[in-house]
């Protein structure tokens, strides 16, 4: 383990990690969480980029879809 990031739902309590994927470069992990967890929120997921080398969340996008696994990264 070299470092924990926490991941924090707009509402304030702890995302739960469910998928996860690496960019080519390297450069960034994607992380989606959702909250569904007792108790049941209505709260959408979110999708956590996390800059590798900053140890540290950069951007969050909403509205993923309740409960979020899948995450794939794709070049173009």
Not at 19 to 48: C, H, K, M
Request: proline share 8%; aromatic share 4%.
């Amino acid at each position: 383990e070299v470092a924990r990031i926490p991941l924090v739902r707009s509402d304030g309590r702890t995302a739960r990690p469910k998928g996860s994927a690496i960019t080519a470069d390297g450069r960034y992990a994607l992380v989606s969480g959702g909250p569904r967890a007792e108790p049941l929120s209505l709260e959408p997921g979110q999708l956590y980029v996390i800059a590798l080398r900053a140890r540290r969340v950069v951007a969050t996008v909403t509205g993923v879809g309740n409960d979020p696994y899948g995450v794939a990264v794709v070049c173009r």
